[in-house]
């Protein structure tokens, strides 16, 4: 990967989009499912781990540009989930409702890392 123009843009588009997807996600899971866990970063970090698995799986058939893996894996998936605001949210969580917090904490660690293994092993799985 080069340090660049062409990729910086690719990386500030993917990002500008995965943010925006991100807030809208969001707001819709907060709307539709208010929740004392905060199902918004679960949702977007367990979907986004998903697809991040399952283009690295694909990128191993397909050899796609430099500039579609920054502005996928570094822009767009780097600013649809969410570490930060998980951090906060646990943080928050552990201090008034300490066994929400350790949920939220089991739910986000186990489940993206699942979710990105698995979306990794489809594609191996239908790409052999």
Do not use: C, D
């Not at 191993?60 to 430099?66: A, F, G, V």
């Not at 920054?70 to 552990?94: D, K, N, Q, V």
């Not at 993206?112 to 052999?128: H, N, P, R």
């Amino acid at each position: 990967m080069q340090f660049n123009l062409a990729t910086i843009t690719a990386v500030g588009f993917g990002g500008a989009i995965g943010a925006i997807l991100r807030f809208y996600v969001g707001f819709q899971i907060i709307k539709y499912f208010p929740h004392t866990i905060p199902l918004a970063t679960l949702v977007v970090n367990v979907v986004g781990s998903f697809f991040v698995g399952l283009f690295i799986g694909l990128f191993l058939y397909y050899t796609p540009s430099e500039l579609l893996k920054s502005f996928l894996l570094i822009g767009f998936f780097g600013a649809l989930t969410t570490y930060s605001t998980f951090a906060i949210e646990s943080y928050m969580l552990l201090n008034s409702t300490f066994w929400y917090g350790i949920l939220n904490i089991f739910l986000n660690l186990f489940g993206t890392i699942a979710a990105a293994g698995i979306g990794y092993k489809l594609i191996i799985y239908f790409l052999k």
